[in-house]
């Protein structure tokens, strides 16, 4: 399981988050390619992993989204994990743009109509709950 601190991603960079995980609908056809670039920059200039062991945890939680080998996951530079990373925890964050107050995505996180893998801990940073 990974806690990561990704304050910085909620209260500063929060408008940056559809460039990170944005759809065709919003960024148009080349969507794909543009939120990889740009996850992958993102990730250069804010590791979220700091170890190798995180690292590891990383791509064993992303094993489990079954959209990829074990063979292809294993292959995948640090790099590539990190910005991996930093475009799941993107639409994560996205998901709290739907409530109009962090109350009302908490409820709905408990409900399970959300992923619930971000939370505001009381110590009043964010996190992100990576867990298998």
């Known amino acids: 399981m990974l806690e990561l601190d990704i304050t910085h991603m909620v209260e500063e960079d929060g ?9 065709v609908a919003e960024l148009g056809p080349n969507a794909g390619t543009l939120t990889w670039d740009n996850s992958k920059r993102y990730a250069d ?7 190798p062991e995180q690292i590891q945890e990383a791509k064993d939680y992303l094993k489990g989204f079954g959209a990829w080998s074990g063979e292809e996951i294993a292959g995948w530079s640090d790099a590539e994990v990190q910005a991996m990373v930093v475009q799941n925890i993107a639409a994560r964050i996205r998901e709290m743009e739907h409530f109009d107050t962090y109350e009302a995505f908490k409820k709905a996180a ?4 959300v992923s619930g893998e971000i939370y505001k801990g009381d110590d009043g940073r964010w996190y992100a709950l990576l867990s298998l």
């Open 15 to 23: 408008d940056e988050m559809p460039l990170l995980s944005g759809s």
């Open 45 to 51: 200039a804010h590791p979220l992993l700091k170890t």
């Open 110 to 113: 408990q409900q399970g109509s």
